[in-house]
C-alpha cells in the first residue's frame, strides 16, 4: 500500500458565540442533525469549531447548581467531518477551557458529557483525560417522571423517559484522570 505522506495539520478555530450567531450564521446549517435549536431559556456559553473558516462544530456548554461542574451538551458536527476526530479534539479543547478556568464565571471545573452515539463512547472511553461516570441501558420510568413533574407544578405534560437508548455519561478531568487508579 502506497504511503500517503505526511498528515496535514488541520487549521482549526475556535469561537464563543452568542445565541444569535449560533443560529445564524456560524452554527453549522444541517437540516439532517436532530439537534434542536437553543431556546433563549437555556443559559449556556455556545461555541462553534472552524476549520479553514468553515464552521463543522457546535457545542453548548452551562453549569450545574452551585457552578460545581459544566455540562456539555448539543455536540453537534457536520457530517462530512464525522468519524475524523475533529469532534473529540474541539470538545477537549472545550472542556479543557473550562477546567483551566478559562469560562465567562472565571471558575476551574470540571465537564460532564452524556452521549447516546456508541462510537463516541468509545472513544471516550480510550482518551486520556476522561473517565466513564455513568451508563443507563435505557431511560426511566416515563409514568413516574410525569406525575412527579405534574406534583412540582411544571407545565410539561409528557414526562421524560421511556426509551431504548443507551445513555453513557463521562467526566472531563484533564491530565488529573490520568493519576485514577486503574
Known sequence: MPSRGPRRRRKGDIRRSDLAGVRAPTRPPNPRDHAREPSQGFPA?????????EPVAHLAVSTRPGLIEARACRLVIMPEWQGAGVGLRFLNAICERWLQG???????VPTLFHTSHPGLAAALRRAPGWVQVSANLYGGNKRRSRESMRRSGSPVQSGYGGHFRAVQGFRYLGKYALDRPT
Open 45 to 53: 456559553t455556545y461555541y462553534v469549531g472552524f476549520v479553514y473558516g
Open 102 to 108: 478559562k469560562n465567562r464565571y472565571g471558575i476551574k
